[in-house]
């Protein structure tokens, strides 16, 4: 009996139970069925499982991990392809088949709300989980970056070392100026009344500077003395300023040079032509100068005879001249500073270079002047400094001497006598040479003033003048004509 | 020694003719101011950076070599030509320029 009502009592706990336990179930269930219907619009009927725990499943993890993958595939960078591996790598870690499918299928919702306006979809970037990424270099000219430019860079280099070489070459030139013209300065104001004309000044007074013609070409006028009507001096630096020229330069070595014109009064020079140089530069300017091309006919002969050195040649149109011209004094001056002379020339009829003209513009002699010229090379070969303008002072002084040694030396009559026959020779060659167009030169101009008067009579409204003035054309050109015809006359006698 | 100085015998300085004297003169001046128009031209047209570039170096050693008589709008429209046609190249193809190489 006993046992009957333990057993009993057991079962009837054990129904207590069982409805407990089913009455527990059915709260989850119904609010389960209410959620249910809150949700009945459909879309979010996928949210849920048959899993009556799948709300409390974390959602919140698979949203995390989605929005990485979801931003990194939009960005358009290199590393693209590279984070996008990891972010596929982590999904094939963290979910199985199941999981990622549930994944799918539980962020597709969320993607469409949170994620508007992206483009790519998480399918997109799981298919490419099975291609194999190659990551490809950038074009250069799609890359951001100042080192694709170093073609650029290197002209703007370029330009900027050219313009920072016309600064220090310019200055330097300038220096080197202003060092000759001090060292100089004494020696010219010694000499000279005016040193320093630009010629803008209403006064002749010394300005005592250099006029600056360029940035390596500098003159210096002086004027005011016995002998001679003035000097030029120009100093002819080396391009410095020009980044190509010095390039040039470390090929050829070249020197800056000073040229010295002396304009003679015409009085204060006898009639010769005389030059002493080097070699070289004698034979160019024997090619290249008209005057010394006419009288000096004769190649260069060494000055060895006077005691020159070797390098030292002597252009001369007559003997005497060069005996005269070499007195002791001059030879000391040649010999000592034989390595700055480039040229000394002494001639009374230098015009300059020979001009090349056209056959039929030579109709006159090109006019000469009474000229000494002296072209001097700077030590240093292209290296000076300020200090090596002192040593070109000893050749001022030799041009000084020379001017007044020129006033002084006088042909005897026999050199004259030469010197007249010589000039003779040449204005005859040349007056042979230009016969042709000279004839030409006279024949147009006679036609030219026959039309002009035609004109004249043309323009004429009066017809009382026009008629008179025709006649006295017709008069005049009947008296040449006969002119003519008494010639023809006067020759045929003499030949007979 | 006496002064040879002459005050009253003083002469002004006349610049030299130039009817000849061009033609002995340096002619790089000229010849880089028409090189430069010409490659700044060519630049322009075919749109090539580098005829540009050189365009801009043509200027600039015309500039360096010319001589005071010159008168300066020659050299600064012949720059100003080569700098627009360095910019305008640029404008129309930001590409850096390549090497012939």
């Known amino acids: 009996m006993c046992s009957d009502s333990l057993g009993v009592l057991n079962v009837k706990l054990k129904m207590k139970n069982l409805y407990i336990f089913i009455a527990v179930l059915f709260i989850p269930w119904s609010f389960s069925l209410a959620k249910y219907d809150e949700f009945e619009d459909g879309d979010d009927i996928m949210e849920y499982d048959d899993n009556d725990f799948a709300e ?326 292209g290296n000076t400094s300020p200090k090596d303008m002192e040593s070109l002072l000893p050749l001022m002084s030799m041009v000084i001497y020379s001017i007044d040694k020129a006033k002084k030396f006088r042909l005897n009559r026999e050199g004259k006598q030469k010197a007249d026959k010589n000039r003779a020779r040449v204005e005859e060659n040349f007056l042979k040479l230009t016969h042709v167009q000279r004839q030409e030169a006279a024949q147009s101009r006679r036609e030219e003033k026959k039309r002009a008067e035609k004109e004249r009579i043309m323009n004429e409204e009066d017809p009382e003048k026009q008629r008179r003035l025709e006649e006295a054309a017709l008069r005049r050109e009947q008296k040449k004509l006969e002119k003519k015809q008494m010639k023809m006359k006067q020759i045929k006698v003499k030949a007979m | 020694m006496s002064d040879p100085r002459r005050p009253g015998k003083v002469t002004r300085y006349k610049p030299p003719v130039t009817e000849s004297n061009p033609a002995l003169e340096d002619p790089t001046p000229d010849y880089m101011n028409l090189l430069g128009m010409v490659f700044s031209m060519c630049g322009l047209m075919l749109k090539l950076k580098w005829c540009a570039w050189l365009a801009v170096f043509c200027s600039f050693i015309s500039f360096a070599n010319s001589r005071s008589s010159e008168d300066t709008k020659q050299m600064m429209s012949s720059f100003m030509l080569s700098i627009s046609a360095v910019v305008m190249s640029y404008l129309q193809n930001p590409q850096p320029m390549s090497p012939p190489w």
Not at chain 1, 140 to 149: D, F, K, M, T, V
Not at chain 1, 285 to 290: A, G, P, T, V, Y
Not at chain 1, 298 to 315: F, H, N, Q, R, T
Not at chain 1, 341 to 370: A, N, R
């Open chain 1, 56 to 381: 409390f499943e974390d959602v919140s993890e698979d949203t995390v991990t989605e929005s990485p993958q979801r931003i990194i595939t939009t960005e358009d960078d290199e590393e693209e392809a590279t984070v996008e591996l990891e972010g596929q790598d982590e999904n094939q870690e963290d979910f199985d088949d199941a999981d990622t499918q549930e994944g799918d299928t539980e962020s597709e919702p969320y993607d469409d709300e949170e994620f508007e306006g992206y483009e790519e979809k998480p399918d997109a970037s799981h298919s490419k989980n099975k291609d194999p990424i190659t990551i490809v270099n950038v074009p250069a000219h799609l890359q951001n970056s100042w080192e694709s430019y170093y073609m650029e860079i290197l002209m703007v280099t370029g330009l900027l070392a050219y313009i920072m070489n016309y600064i220090i070459g310019k200055n330097k030139n300038n220096r080197l100026a202003h060092a000759w013209f001090n060292t100089h300065r004494e020696l010219l104001e010694s000499n000279f009344a005016l040193v320093g004309d630009d010629g803008t000044n209403k006064e002749a007074t010394s300005t005592g500077k250099l006029n600056q013609e360029n940035e390596h070409i500098y003159n210096l006028w002086c004027s005011g003395r016995v002998c001679c009507e003035g000097m030029l001096i120009q100093l002819k630096f080396l391009k410095r300023q020009d980044l190509l020229n010095v390039l040039a330069r470390m090929m050829r070595p070249a020197s800056d040079q000073v040229q010295i014109k002396v304009t003679m009064n015409d009085e204060d020079m006898d009639t010769y032509v005389f030059a002493v140089g080097t070699r070289k530069a004698l034979v160019r300017l024997q090619k290249e100068m008209q005057d010394l091309s006419e009288f000096c006919s004769d190649k260069p002969k060494s000055g060895a005879k006077y005691g020159l050195p070797d390098s030292l040649a002597i252009l001369s149109e007559m003997g005497e001249v060069t005996e005269g011209m070499m007195d002791a004094k001059m030879i000391h001056f040649l010999t000592h500073y034989a390595d700055k002379i480039d040229s000394v020339q002494f001639s009374d009829q230098f015009s300059g270079p020979k001009l090349m003209q056209e056959e039929g513009q030579l109709t006159k002699l090109p006019e000469t002047k009474k000229t000494l010229l002296f072209t001097f090379n700077v030590p240093g070969s």
